[in-house]
């Protein structure tokens, strides 16, 4: 199946997120006392069973970083995992509300495009960073969502498979309106995380690959 754990980020707001869930978790199965109990506390089965709308791919999603919980989705953990149940709905969106304003600040800190020609020759140096750390954070989305077929993503956003099968395997970058409409054909457009993520991380990517190809030829004159 397509969604399992994978390592966070704890630097990254929503990893840091994403690891408090999984110690919430892991004390809910601790107190559980026994295998049938902790089953039921799996992320399968608060998917199935919750009366919070979520989803599995939802879940794994929080659980790994890869997007901030929706409200529903966290409710549904926090009633699950937490001991205090629904009485601790309130404190945990306080807390996602916080994570969101943080990857915010995030975003502007760490995606911010630099003056070209201002920043350190090692700097330069270690541009593609910037587009492999892009391709990775569009590779886990894609994977989230299920891992459509690009026939699929070409009936919802007319996006040819070959673009798409260059961009998901981190030959290209895409533009941002052709990110756009695929984050809309992978079913993220309306996560506000995801897509101010993905949107910053091209932004970076595109202008180190811009800013490498012009010292580049530079260097060739």
């Not at 956003?157 to 961009?167: D, H, I, K, R, Y």
């Not at 533009?175 to 457009?189: Q, S, T």
């Amino acid at each position: 199946m397509p969604n399992h754990r994978r390592v966070v980020d704890p630097t990254h707001p929503l990893g840091a997120f994403a690891l408090r869930l999984r110690r919430l978790q892991a004390e809910a199965v601790a107190r559980a006392g026994n295998s049938e109990a902790a089953r039921l506390l799996s992320p399968d089965k608060i998917a199935a069973t919750s009366p919070w709308r979520t989803s599995r791919t939802a879940v794994f999603a929080a659980l790994n970083g890869t997007r901030l919980a929706s409200p529903d989705t966290l409710c549904a953990l926090v009633t699950a995992w937490d001991p205090r149940g629904g009485n601790a709905i309130g404190e945990w969106l306080k807390e996602r509300d916080d994570v969101e304003q943080r990857l915010i600040n995030y975003q502007r800190l760490t995606h911010t495009t630099p003056m070209v020609g201002k920043r350190p020759a090692e700097e330069l140096r270690k541009a593609p960073e910037a587009v492999t750390e892009f391709h990775r954070a569009l590779r886990q989305v894609y994977e989230d969502a299920g891992s459509p077929t690009y026939a699929r993503i070409f009936k919802k956003t007319n996006l040819p498979p070959s673009t798409v099968s260059s961009w998901l395997s981190g030959r290209t970058v895409p533009r941002h309106d052709r990110l756009e409409r695929l984050m809309a054909g992978l079913g993220v457009a309306d996560d506000r995380s995801t897509v101010m993520l993905l949107q910053g991380l091209q932004k970076r990517a595109a202008t180190e690959l811009e800013r490498r190809r012009s010292n580049d030829g530079k260097a060739r004159r």
